[in-house]
């Protein structure tokens, strides 16, 4: 079986990405953003309340309202979004640094526990280093500019 974030992350990290390439241009629909990325719009609705309450966007009401980043796309980091809406990432239970936590019993003297813990520390690394800016970017190179980019599903 492989190790996957569920699709309440990646969803979610592809709504921010579209939120963060419309960055400036004011606040669009959730329609917009569903149908640019192919998403469901009443599962979107249900992520991007997490994603208000934890203060990565704001809505804006009236006419020409909808939804934009809470912060500039630079200071936003993958790792965030998916912290936000899915909790730490391990690649297994036993990876929690809780020092309660011992799925086991072997947690004190276990050798994969660390390498567990180790990958599930570059994977958090490598989350919080990209911000959605660097996607938007990523984008604009391998696209010509082009906005709907789907990042995995």
Not at 52 to 74: D, F, K, W
Not at 123 to 128: G, L, M, Q, Y
Request: glycine share 10%; hydrophobic share 40%; charged share 30%.
């Amino acid at each position: 079986m492989a190790m996957t974030l569920s699709s309440r992350a990646r969803y979610g990290v592809r709504a921010m990405f579209q939120l963060a390439c419309h960055w400036g241009e004011g606040p669009i629909s959730l329609r917009t953003v569903a149908e640019e990325q192919d998403l469901s719009l009443a599962y979107l609705e249900q992520l991007i309340i997490v994603m208000r309450r934890g203060g990565l966007v704001e809505s804006v009401r009236g006419r020409n309202g909808g939804y934009q980043l809470a912060r500039e796309p630079e200071k936003i980091s993958v790792g965030e979004v998916i912290r936000e809406l899915e909790g730490p990432v391990f690649v297994a239970a036993c990876a929690d640094p809780d020092p309660d936590f011992d799925e086991c019993g072997r947690g004190d003297f276990c050798v994969s526990r660390l390498l567990w813990t180790e990958v599930s520390r570059k994977i958090e690394e490598a989350f919080d280093s990209t911000t959605l800016a660097d996607l938007c970017k990523a984008a604009r190179r391998g696209r010509d500019g082009a906005r709907r980019v789907l990042i995995g599903d």
